[in-house]
């Protein structure tokens, strides 16, 4: 994996066995800023995490204790639109940092698709995040990022996975100002699993 071409990381928290896999992560990914994906395994003990230097968090609206919105670090909430409609724009006041949907099936975008991203991202006074189930075509990075999308999640949990991010990467790189809105930075911020102590 190559750091230059990635924002942050964001690992599982299943394959986080204890304090040696946090101390694992925080030895290899220098300067580049990562966190944990809640809610796919036992939670890392979040002062552990911010001891050892992870930089934020990341949860599901549906699922995450509240309290966790006290927590002084990072967060990223992701939310659900099919059962999260009426409550979006009551996310811009809460105190995260991005917000996290995910982008369609594993056939092309819709123009639903597009349709749902640039409304949520109308609605949000913070950045827009998704969650890919595959490659995006370059035309396809253009237009979510063209209706206000700002970063682009990407799983790697095998060589196929790792091969995509260059290519993305460079798409992304290759984006015209937007358009339609504002621009904000590019985010890329890969998803993958490391092996844990039980592995």
Known sequence: LNLAEVDALL???RDLGGSEALEQIWGGVGDTPW????????????RQFMEVGGDFIAMESATAPAELLREDMGKILK????????LLSA?????????????????DLSVADIMHCQWLSSLL????????????????????WDVGVSGIVIEIGDESGAEVLPR?????????PRTRKRGEDHVLLPSFDIESDED
């Not at 809460?94 to 594993?106: R, T």
């Not at 006074?125 to 237009?143: F, G, Q, T």
């Open 79 to 86: 939310v659900d639109l099919s059962r999260e409609r009426f």
């Open 11 to 13: 690992f599982h928290s």
């Open 168 to 176: 993305q990467f460079q798409a992304i790189s290759d984006l015209p």
């Open 35 to 46: 966190g944990v994906w809640l809610g796919t395994g036992e939670p890392p003990d979040l």
């Open 125 to 144: 006074d913070k950045p827009l995040l998704v969650a890919a189930n595959r490659e995006l075509s370059d035309k396809e990075i253009w237009l979510i």
């Open 91 to 107: 996310m811009s006041d809460l105190p995260v940092d991005a917000v996290l949907m995910d982008l369609g099936g594993k056939g």
